[in-house]
């Protein structure tokens, strides 16, 4: 199975700040790489596909990029709304794998 | 309104059975893979099992161990999950998600999602 790490597991941070979460993957996954935004009691949000790809209706403050296989999420300017847990998600085999997830908190 | 609810969940005891839901309205539910996607109290994501539009391609995640089986029924509209031999590690709550693209094809990711349905292994 593809093992996905997620980095950190948490961050505290100020709102107007740039936040960077990296999701390295055990092996090539090439491009497909999901990012999901998940608050407290909620259903998880698709926020990017295929690592950079964002997903209709999400503010272009998010994106995503990849370099082998690390990939990064990055806020560009944290809004009060995008305090949340963050997961990864490989889709290249199954089983789909997701990291173990990135808790952004209000500093 | 594209929409997935999940239903059936409950508290069942250790070693029971269960059979989870998932109404999907607002789109051609025939023409999308289905998934579960489970989360224990606390924990992260867990992807549980896929189904393909016609049923012909079926996955599951490995700590499974064959005690789950997906369903669906495109002319109801509605995605199945029946569990059976369930332990305490099987609470937790259970998502249902649309996809977009195949399983084990690279392109694929999970769009829609309903709220969730709770699972509960206790004696």
């Known amino acids: 199975d593809i093992q996905m790490t997620q980095s950190p597991s948490s961050l505290s941070a100020s709102v107007g700040d740039s936040v960077t979460i990296t999701c390295r993957a055990s092996q090539s996954i090439y491009t497909y790489l999901n990012w999901y935004q998940q608050k407290p009691g909620q259903a998880p949000k698709l926020l990017i596909y295929?690592?950079?790809s964002l997903q209709s209706g999400v503010p272009s403050r998010f994106s995503g990029s990849r370099s082998g296989t690390d990939f990064t999420l990055t806020i560009s300017t944290l809004q009060p709304d995008d305090f949340a847990t963050y997961y990864c998600?490989?889709?290249?085999?199954?089983?789909?794998?997701f990291g173990g997830g990135t808790k952004v908190e209000i500093k | 309104e594209v929409q997935v609810v999940e239903s059936g969940g409950g508290l069942v005891k250790p070693g029971g059975s269960l059979r989870l839901s998932c109404a999907a309205s607002?789109?051609?539910?025939?023409?999308?893979?289905m998934n579960w996607v489970r989360q224990a109290p606390g924990k992260g994501l867990e992807w549980v099992s896929s189904i393909s539009t016609t049923s012909s391609h079926i996955y599951y995640g490995d700590s499974l161990k064959g005690r789950f089986t997906i369903s669906r029924d495109n002319a109801k509209n509605s995605l199945y999950l029946h569990m059976t031999s369930l332990t305490a590690e099987d609470t937790a709550v259970y998502y249902c998600?649309?996809?977009?693209?195949?399983?084990?094809?690279?392109?694929?990711?999970?769009?829609?999602w309903g709220k969730g349905t709770t699972v509960t292994v206790s004696s």
């Open positions: 998600a649309r996809g977009m693209g195949f399983v084990g094809r690279g392109y694929y990711y999970m769009d829609v």
């Open positions: 998600q490989q889709s290249y085999t199954a089983p789909l794998t």
């Open positions: 295929t690592a950079s």
């Open positions: 607002g789109f051609t539910f025939s023409g999308y893979t």
